[in-house]
């Protein structure tokens, strides 16, 4: 597996795994057992880069991952997330204050089985706490060394420029694929500027551009993505356009779509670095090998003169009202 560095130095396996699917959103969920013996695969084929959170479960993806990783914490990198506080519901979920932090951390060490996180992200943006207070709560537990590195995730410009300037940021973490290019416009000129590094979460489109979801499938309630409009019958049937195309690019490069649309987010700069999730071990080797599939300029050329428009929202309103711009 070829290698990438992050802002700040922190270097990591070129793809990540996104392990929030070994525990939620995307039934079928797998045994934990399996879930166990599929990160520890991702180890052995040279993965060192996994993302999972408080969130996740919750708190279970988090314990998942800990017990899979505690033989190896050397040689692998474990991102996690802070930012809600499950016993303060009144502030509708989302709270970053300083004692919020450092507790959830505490609570995360211990799941992890670890000393110390070695990338820590706010989760979601907390409008009701100055992220100069949160960029401060970290960068103390970074004075403490129970964290390597700070990251943001769904931030939005000024957000970034104010925590950078506290204590610098070595990720952002934010949803980027061939179908959702919106971080283009200004937050990736940001992360260049200031030299943070960049992991687009679901940039396989939540599944539908390895081409493998019919334009007519239907989703059980369970699974997150029956909440996004984009996932409707009528945007799946548009979407299609953008499968057609990355088919049409997979089978001149001898390769398949999920690794086509993964080559195109590593053909980008600065260093990207993305995070498929999987629970499957074939899709786990197919996506890793998307590292060796060079795009040529007429390929990258083709994918941006399409100029495919994608249609349907990508989260449900409640989850929009999340994301900080």
Not at 89 to 94: E, H, M, N, P, Y
Request: proline fraction near 6%; aromatic fraction near 8%.
């Amino acid at each position: 597996m070829k290698k990438r560095v992050l802002g700040n130095g922190l270097e990591v396996s070129a793809v990540g795994l996104g392990c929030m699917g070994l525990s939620q959103s995307y039934p079928p969920i797998p045994e934990r057992k399996d879930g166990i013996e599929l990160v520890r695969a991702a180890v052995g084929r040279g993965v060192t880069f996994f993302d999972t959170a408080q969130v996740y479960g919750p708190f279970t993806n988090e314990d998942l991952v800990g017990e899979a990783l505690e033989p190896v914490r050397d040689r692998v990198v474990i991102a996690t997330k802070f930012g809600f506080d499950f016993d303060n519901q009144d502030r509708g979920g989302l709270d970053s204050r300083p004692e919020t932090i450092k507790r959830s951390v505490e609570a995360s060490l211990k799941r992890l089985r670890t000393d110390r996180i070695d990338l820590l992200y706010q989760h979601r943006v907390d409008p009701n706490v100055p992220i100069e207070e949160v960029a401060g709560a970290v960068k103390e537990l970074i004075a403490d060394g129970k964290v390597e590195h700070f990251g943001l995730s769904e931030a939005g410009v000024q957000t970034i420029r104010r925590a950078h300037a506290v204590q610098p940021v070595t990720a952002l973490q934010s949803e980027y694929s061939l179908w959702w290019r919106e971080p283009e416009e200004a937050i990736i000129p940001t992360l260049k500027e200031l030299g943070i590094g960049f992991v687009p979460f679901s940039p396989l489109g939540k599944g539908f551009l390895t081409g493998k979801i019919d334009v007519d499938a239907t989703f059980d309630k369970t699974d997150f993505r029956s909440t996004v409009p984009r996932f409707d019958p009528d945007a799946l049937r548009a979407n299609r356009a953008f499968v057609d195309l990355i088919e049409k690019v997979a089978e001149r490069r001898g390769a398949t779509p999920a690794q086509v649309a993964l080559a195109w987010i590593l053909a980008q700069s600065p260093p990207f670095v993305p995070i498929p999730g999987t629970t499957k071990l074939h899709r786990l080797e197919e996506n890793n090998a998307a590292v060796d599939v060079e795009l040529t300029p007429d390929d990258l050329r083709e994918i941006e003169d399409a100029r495919i428009e994608a249609q349907g929202a990508r989260y449900a309103e409640a989850n929009e009202r999340m994301i900080d711009r």
